[in-house]
């Protein structure tokens, strides 16, 4: 009888047991699409832990630089540079085209 009831209380607070949490669904990635012959944003802010994809167009060769998450990719007429990163780190990041281009700043926090 005690192992009955016991095995009942056992089902029972499995049974009532609250839900686990879903994990929270990834946010989406910050797409920004920059060119070095057109105007960009001064800043633009990223939440820390997001995914970043950046694509750069360019009539002339250049080199797309993200300071301080050391990814780079080349850029030419006809074929733009492409860059994914990870946003895993806090402050103030130039995106640049070199020689000489400051395309915009990433602000993560």
Do not use: K, N, Y
Not at 17 to 22: Q, T
Not at 75 to 97: H, K, Q, S, Y
């Amino acid at each position: 009888m005690i192992r009955v009831l016991l095995l009942t209380v056992l089902v029972l607070a499995g049974c009532s047991a609250a839900p686990a949490e879903a994990p929270e669904a990834p946010a989406e990635p910050l797409v920004l699409r920059l060119s070095v012959d057109e105007a960009s944003p001064h800043r633009v802010e990223v939440a820390l832990g997001r995914a970043v994809e950046l694509t750069v167009t360019s009539r002339e060769p250049a080199e797309v630089h993200v300071h301080g998450f050391d990814v780079l990719a080349a850029a030419e007429d006809g074929r733009p540079a492409e860059l994914r990163f990870t946003a895993d780190r806090t402050g103030t990041f130039d995106v640049e085209a070199h020689p000489d281009a400051l395309l915009v700043q990433l602000v993560v926090r």
